[in-house]
C-alpha cells in the first residue's frame, strides 16, 4: 500500500468519509473548564452569516435557550436590562450598491421577547453590523453614505482606489422608526487625520465602523476599522472630540466600557505592521488620556489570531470573556492571563450569500455572557410556562 493510499484509507470511517470541515474536526462545544476561577453565568452566541437562531449555553457549554428571528443574522445581537434580545438582522438588497450583498449587510434591528415574539423592529437601507439600545430609549444604528469624489482623492491610505468610496453614518431612530438625527462621516472625518491603515487595505471604505458605545456623559465612542481608530464624538455637535488607538491598533473590533473610564477592545491585528505572524490582542485604554494599558495575547501570540469579526468583554470579578470571531472559539481569561473557560461553537450554518469561503462555518461576530440574576428567573418563568401546558 502506497502512503498516499494508506493515507486515504485511514481518512476513512467504515464507508464514511471523514468531515472536511477542519473547525468540526478539532474539537466543538466545552473544551476547558475551571470553575473555580470562571465567571458563573450564560453565554449568548450567534453563528454569523446563516441560520436564523441566537442560542444561550451554560457553563457546561449545553444551551439553555434559543431564539427563533424572522432574519439571518445582521451581525450583531445582545440581551437588554429586560433580557430581551436587541437583534441586528439581515435584509438582502440585490439593488442596493455595494452594501446590498456584503457579508455585514444588516437592514433590520429589532427587540425580540424571550418566546421568539418580535416586540418592534425598524428598517434602514445602509444599516451594518451593529445597533444599541441608548438611555433614552431610541435605537442607534451604524449606516453607510457616498464620499463625494473630490474629498475621496484626498482621503489618504488604502490602494486600489474605486469608483465609489463609503464612509459611516450614525442613524439615531426612535422604535417606530422615525429618523431623530443622523451623524456624517463626510462632515466630521478629516482625510489628513482619519488615514484609511495600516498597510495596504481596499479604498472602498474609509472608515468601516463596527461597533458604538454610548459614554456615560451621552455622547458616543465608535470603533472604525479603516482607520484603526475609536472616535469619541459629541452627541450635540457631531465634532469628533477625541481620536483613541491610533498607531497602536490594527482592524479592531468591539469596544466596551469599563466602568465609566476605561475602553476594552478585541485588536485584530489585521494587516499590523510587525516582523513576524500575525497575532490578535486585547487593549485596555484610559478614555481621560487615550493611553493603552492592560493587554492580553495569548502565550504564543500566533496562537490566537482572528482578523475580523470578534469581541472582549469584561466579566464581574475582572476576568475576560474572548470571541475570536472566525474560528468559533470563546474563551476566559483572569487579570493574570490564564484560561479558566473555554469552549468552540458547535453550530455550523450556510451563508445565504452563495460564497464558499463563507460556508459552512461557526464564525461568531460576539460573544457575551450574562449574569445568573438576569437569565435564571427567565429560565424559571419558561419552566413554569411548560410546566402549566
Not at 434559543?66 to 436587541?86: A, H, I, K, Q, V
Not at 434591528?109 to 428598517?123: C, F, G, I, Q
Request: aromatic share 8%; glycine share 10%; charged share 20%.
Amino acid at each position: 500500500m502506497t502512503p498516499v493510499a494508506a493515507t486515504a484509507q485511514s481518512a476513512m470511517t467504515g464507508s464514511a468519509p471523514l468531515d472536511q470541515v477542519t473547525r468540526r474536526r478539532t474539537g466543538l462545544g466545552l473544551r476547558a473548564h475551571d470553575p473555580a476561577r470562571a465567571y458563573r453565568g450564560y453565554t449568548l452566541i450567534t453563528p454569523s452569516f446563516g441560520g436564523r437562531t441566537t442560542y444561550l449555553i451554560d457553563m457546561d457549554g449545553q444551551e439553555v435557550h434559543r431564539w427563533e428571528l424572522p432574519w439571518p443574522p445582521g451581525l450583531g445581537s445582545r440581551l437588554t436590562e429586560r433580557g430581551t434580545l436587541l437583534y441586528s438582522g439581515r435584509i438582502v438588497d440585490r439593488d442596493l450598491p455595494f452594501l446590498g450583498t456584503l457579508p455585514f449587510k444588516g437592514g433590520v434591528v429589532a427587540e425580540v421577547a424571550w418566546d421568539s415574539t418580535v416586540l418592534w423592529s425598524v428598517e434602514h437601507p445602509t444599516h451594518h453590523h451593529d445597533a444599541i439600545l441608548l438611555r433614552n430609549g431610541n435605537v442607534l444604528l451604524l449606516g453607510l453614505e457616498e464620499v463625494p469624489p473630490e474629498l475621496q482623492l484626498r482621503v489618504r491610505g488604502g490602494v486600489d482606489d474605486p469608483e465609489t468610496m463609503y464612509v459611516d453614518t450614525l442613524v439615531e431612530m426612535t422604535t417606530s422608526g422615525t429618523v431623530v438625527r443622523e451623524w456624517s462621516g463626510v462632515r466630521h472625518l478629516d482625510p489628513e487625520t482619519d488615514v484609511i491603515g495600516p498597510g495596504p487595505m481596499d479604498r472602498s471604505e474609509w472608515t468601516h465602523a463596527n461597533g458604538v458605545v454610548e459614554l456615560p456623559c451621552g455622547d458616543l465612542l465608535v470603533s472604525a476599522r479603516q482607520i484603526s481608530t475609536l472616535l469619541v464624538i459629541d452627541r450635540a455637535t457631531g465634532r469628533i472630540r477625541q481620536r483613541i488607538g491610533a498607531g497602536v491598533l490594527a482592524g479592531q473590533h468591539a469596544p466596551s466600557l469599563i466602568g465609566d473610564d476605561k475602553v476594552l477592545v478585541f485588536d485584530n491585528g489585521f494587516q499590523r505592521q510587525h516582523p513576524g505572524p500575525p497575532f490578535s490582542r486585547l487593549v485596555e485604554f484610559d478614555l481621560s488620556t487615550g493611553e493603552p494599558g492592560w493587554t492580553y495575547t495569548d502565550p504564543v501570540p500566533f496562537d490566537f489570531f482572528s482578523a475580523l469579526q470578534s469581541s472582549a468583554q469584561r466579566l464581574p470579578g475582572g476576568n475576560t470573556l474572548v470571541c475570536e470571531g472566525l474560528t468559533g472559539r470563546v474563551f476566559e481569561v483572569t487579570p493574570e492571563g490564564a484560561t479558566v473557560w473555554e469552549y468552540v461553537n458547535p453550530y455550523f450554518v450556510d451563508s445565504p450569500l452563495g460564497n464558499p469561503a463563507l460556508q459552512p462555518a461557526n464564525r461568531m461576530f460576539r460573544a457575551l455572557r450574562y449574569s445568573p440574576e438576569l437569565i435564571e428567573p427567565l429560565l424559571g418563568a419558561r419552566t413554569t410556562s411548560e410546566e402549566g401546558q
